[in-house]
């Protein structure tokens, strides 16, 4: 299991990291971040850097307190690949 966590910098930047992070490869996997798992009414963050190992995603100007949950989402088949709750 993966998990992810938003963090803030010495530079004053917010982050949302992966740690543990593992997920089955596909085609033009996305991340977002959402309500409830709900791409629909999410941010796309942008496309998935790998399908393994720690991850940084900058967060700027997102209020990460209307976000609960990440989602890795495969935009060509409308699939979703994985998601966990914001810890």
């Not at 740690?19 to 409830?36: A, H, K, S």
């Not at 942008?46 to 990460?64: A, F, P, T």
């Not at 990440?70 to 409308?78: A, H, K, L, R």
């Amino acid at each position: 299991d993966w998990s992810s966590d938003v963090c803030s910098s010495d530079l004053d930047m917010t982050f949302l990291r992966f740690e543990n992070f593992q997920v089955t490869n596909g085609p033009d996997l996305r991340v977002y971040i959402t309500p409830d798992g709900d791409v629909k009414n999410g941010i796309h963050l942008e496309k998935l850097k790998g399908s393994r190992g720690e991850q940084n995603y900058l967060l700027e100007n997102i209020d990460v307190g209307v976000y609960d949950t990440v989602v890795i989402y495969c935009q060509p088949f409308g699939a979703y690949f994985g998601q966990a709750e914001l810890v």
